[in-house]
């Protein structure tokens, strides 16, 4: 399965407090509003997703972004929600009664980098062209489609940048919007003792005849409880040992998303949905996918353009025929816009993804140098850890996580894949295999 978010343009509850006590409020021993960012470790299974995301919508709790990590036989939900302890405290508690959920924690008081991806798409003619360019330098974004009339942006930075960015190029007209939800990984302190250092990432049954021999090898498979009492944070958790049964904590690199038709006729199909913005609209959703079966292998959920709408990417494997069904079954919903099937158009496909290796003084510089080669940049470094944050899509994402496997990986944070179709009509996939002109 692939990496999934959702950014909660969906929120689940009511109004959203800004946490400023009055001092009123303060005279009553009022319990401020706060944000919590909460990592959910879970064993995966169909209508997981649904059944999270239903937690939150039948308790009317205002969750403010939801981002997952997908495999075969895990997930891991970073959960941003505001109230007081007193409601973290029935969200945990709630969660922790979920069939397979494995480990909730509250990490907001660590240090965290923290990370968002949008794609933004602008009306942008030849006499604006030139000061687009400018806020594109500005904040350090990406153009990544141009036609006549529109540019598509890349931007990623922490939720503070995304606002920004929206709010300087809204003048321009904002036409379309793909918005992922908040990652995080822990930070890691200078001197701390190296938890890492003995531990390599995940081995893969198809690859194992072609690592490279002198790679670190060790059993994927590590032990992991919702009994266990320590942890580095963060949204992957840590290699830690317990006397419970053995899961594989790290996010493998490739998790199955089908590039071409096989022999069924299945290949995986990109939908862009536009909904409402109102309580519960993602778990009614998610919850037509898990009642028919379907396999969702990304989901990515954020605020549309237009006030009041949100729009959902996901990636599902199917039939024509039958994802021709689904958008039936979708287009039933109420709070259900647009249904959009962009598998067989030219569009612009991204993912992030941060991702945690172990190393020392001597290894730093060759995991730099692979970063580089990827365009990945260094967010934080200790003195036996360098988080990188990398942007692309599917197979840049699997290239970078499998070179860097022998040196060990520690965490690894993915959003899911958030698409727009490319008013350029270019479409890069069907040059491939053709010679460039001279």
Same mark, same amino acid.
């Given at each position: ?17 800004? $946490? ?39 308790? $009317? ?21 505001? &109230? ?159 006397? $419970? ?34 309580? &519960? ?36 494997? &199917? ?72 942007? &692309? ?39 491939? $295999? ?5």
């Amino acid at each position: 399965m692939a990496a999934a978010s959702a950014r909660s343009a969906l929120s689940f509850g009511g109004p959203r407090s800004t $946490g400023r006590l009055s001092d009123s409020h303060r005279a009553v021993g009022f319990v401020p509003i706060q944000r919590h960012t909460i990592s959910v470790f879970v064993g995966d299974e169909s209508g997981m997703i649904n059944r999270i995301a239903g937690v939150f919508a039948r308790r $009317g709790y205002n969750i403010e972004s939801l981002a997952v990590g997908l495999n075969k036989d895990k997930a891991l939900f970073t959960i941003v929600v505001s &109230g007081t302890e007193r409601v973290l405290l029935q969200v945990v508690e709630q969660l922790n009664k979920l069939v397979n959920v494995w480990k909730v924690e509250d990490l907001s008081k660590e240090p965290q980098v923290e990370r968002e991806l949008m794609l933004i798409k602008l009306s942008a003619d030849p006499s604006t062209r030139q000061e687009v360019m400018h806020l594109v330098d500005v904040f350090r974004a990406k153009i990544v489609d141009i036609s006549e009339d529109t540019v598509t942006i890349e931007v990623t930075g922490d939720p503070g940048k995304i606002v920004a960015v929206q709010r300087n190029l809204s003048k321009f007209g904002i036409r379309e919007i793909a918005r992922t939800g908040k990652i995080a990984l822990r930070r890691e302190r200078m001197g701390e003792t190296a938890p890492f250092w003995r531990f390599s990432a995940a081995s893969y049954p198809d690859l194992e005849d072609s690592m490279p021999v002198n790679s670190v090898k060790k059993s994927s498979n590590i032990v992991f409880t919702s009994d266990s009492d320590s942890s580095s944070g963060g949204d992957v958790y840590p290699v830690e040992s317990d006397g $419970g049964f053995s899961v594989n904590q790290v996010l493998d690199a490739h998790w199955g998303v089908l590039r071409d038709e096989d022999s069924s006729g299945l290949c995986s199909h990109t939908l862009s949905i536009l909904v409402n913005d109102t309580p &519960g609209v993602l778990n009614i959703v998610t919850g037509v996918f898990a009642r028919r079966g379907y396999n969702i292998q990304s989901l990515a959920v954020g605020p549309a353009e237009t006030e009041g709408l949100s729009r959902i990417t996901t990636v599902v494997p &199917g039939t024509d025929e039958s994802i021709s069904k689904l958008v039936q079954q979708l287009y039933k919903l109420i709070d259900v816009h647009e249904v959009q099937d962009i598998t067989f158009l030219p569009f612009s496909e991204r993912e992030l993804m941060l991702i945690k290796i172990a190393v020392n003084a001597s290894a730093r510089r060759d995991v730099l140098d692979v970063a580089s080669i990827f365009r990945a940049k260094a967010v934080d470094v200790s003195d036996h850890t360098v988080t990188l944050q990398v942007t &692309g899509d599917l197979d840049k994402m699997v290239a970078l996580q499998r070179l860097l496997e022998p040196y060990g990986i520690c965490e690894v944070a993915r959003t899911g894949r958030v698409a727009l179709v490319r008013e350029s009509g270019v479409d890069s996939k069907s040059l491939r $295999g053709y010679s460039l002109p001279v």
